[in-house]
T-cell receptor
Framework: GIQVEQSPPDLILQEGANSTLRCNFS?????LQWFHQNPWGQLINLFYIPSGTKQNGRLSATTVATERYSLLYISSSQTTDSGVYFCAAKAAGNKLTFGGGTRVLVKP | NAGVTQTPKFQVLKTGQSMTLQCAQD?????MYWYRQDPGMGLRLIYYSASEGTTDKGEVPNGYNVSRLNKREFSLRLESAAPSQTSVYFC??????????????FGQGTRLTVV
């Protein structure tokens, strides 16, 4: 099945800093999603982005499907951005596979 | 419009006990999934159901059974709970494979402890 790898595993930011999270996947995808898992364990949908670029406030994401990677950008980070960011990808078939996550801590 | 609803939210079991985790979605999705998340790790697929009447194993199916009761409901059963099954369990649903948009949505999770 598809392999999904995220980097870096951990990220410590000062409030106001910008950062980029990366997701590499091993096969052509028809679904690529980014999630934020908040400190209470909830999985929040951030982006559905099998290709192209999208923006939502201070967050944006780009997927380059032909090169098999996706990037999540956090600009002007806030303490509420802390948590774990997951990407998940689906190739042919129905199995949505998760990466290991990037744990983000934003310090005030 | 509740999305994906899981019950219960928390559960403590003794080793050897059985229980069923319930999941229901109201988005008319064809596909449903059960994942587990162990501390500090990503989500791993236990079982999924591409459509009503079909189920298939995921990455970690041992010790679990599932039932796709109808289009809305997908349950996960632990027949004889073991401490290794202590985890947070997430249910998810998505439109059918081949739909224009196949975004998956997740429930709030069930925190299960087996002692």
């Amino acid at each position: 099945g598809i392999q999904v790898e995220q980097s870096p595993p951990d990220l410590i930011l000062q409030e106001g800093a910008n950062s980029t999270l990366r997701c590499n996947f091993s096969d052509s995808v028809n679904n690529l999603q980014w999630f934020h898992q908040n400190p209470w364990g909830q999985l929040i949908n951030l982006f559905y982005i099998p290709s192209g670029t999208k923006q939502n406030g201070r967050l944006s994401a780009t997927t380059v499907a032909t090169e098999r990677y996706s990037l999540l950008y956090i600009s002007s980070s806030q303490t509420t951005d802390s948590g774990v960011y997951f990407c998940a990808a689906k190739a042919a078939g129905n199995k949505l596979t998760f990466g290991g996550g990037t744990r983000v801590l934003v310090k005030p | 419009n509740a999305g994906v609803t899981q019950t219960p939210k928390f559960q403590v079991l003794k080793t050897g006990q059985s229980m069923t985790l319930q999941c229901a979605q109201d988005m008319n999705h064809n596909s449903m999934y059960w994942y587990r998340q162990d501390p500090g790790m990503g989500l791993r697929l236990i079982y999924y159901s591409a459509s009503e009447g079909t189920t298939d194993k995921g990455e970690v199916p041992n010790g679990y059974n599932v039932s796709r009761l109808n289009k809305r409901e997908f349950s996960l059963r632990l027949e004889s709970a073991a401490p290794s099954q202590t985890s947070v369990y997430f249910c998810a649903s998505s439109p059918r494979q081949g739909a224009r948009r196949t975004e998956a949505f997740f429930g709030q999770g069930t925190r299960l402890t087996v002692v």
